[in-house]
């Protein structure tokens, strides 16, 4: 099977990813709402630990031979997401937090971690036009051994759904 992205593939894919990643949340006992705020996408509320989450979700698809790119979470410059991230969890009260989904041909991963852990840990040399989650083995081996990062793999188990042999 191979991917083959429409032309509204970018938002079908970031609705996606936002809303699996509600859905774990509110598997996990949160309290979660899907709001439409410059700098976040999901406010999750754990009512047991008493903690509000600001996140923003980043969510692409790779294709073959493209697996390991990184997916860039903030872009600096004019549009500068980390602050609109920061704003919009100080505005609602909220701990800034991160969530990536990234899907290929065979699985999917979703991984969710505090800016604060994004920052002591992954973020690399402050001064980039742009902070990515990188993707190589190495990386997402780290993040398996962190406890602060959640981390979800989906396997695709595809029988028949190949619309290009029709």
Not at 38 to 45: C, K, V
Not at 54 to 75: A, L, M
Not at 77 to 83: F, S, T
Request: glycine fraction near 6%.
């Amino acid at each position: 099977m191979r991917i083959v992205k429409s032309s509204r593939h970018s938002k079908t894919i970031g609705d996606f990813g936002e809303s699996l990643v509600c859905n774990w949340l509110s598997r996990s006992g949160f309290e979660v709402v899907w709001v439409d705020h410059t700098g976040i996408d999901l406010i999750a509320y754990s009512p047991s630990a008493k903690r509000r989450l600001g996140i923003t979700v980043k969510s692409r698809t790779r294709t073959r031979g493209k697996e390991e790119e990184p997916v860039h979470i903030f872009v600096y410059g004019k549009r500068n997401d980390r602050k609109r991230l920061l704003d919009a969890c100080k505005a609602f009260a909220c701990e800034p937090w991160i969530a990536v989904y990234v899907e290929t041909v065979t699985s999917a991963d979703i991984y969710l971690t505090s800016l604060e852990n994004y920052d002591m840990k992954y973020r690399g040399k402050a001064g980039r036009a742009r902070d990515a989650w990188k993707m190589k083995r190495r990386n997402r081996e780290e993040y398996d051994k962190d406890p602060n990062v959640m981390h979800m793999r989906i396997k695709f188990h595809v029988t028949n759904w190949d619309w290009h042999q029709r």
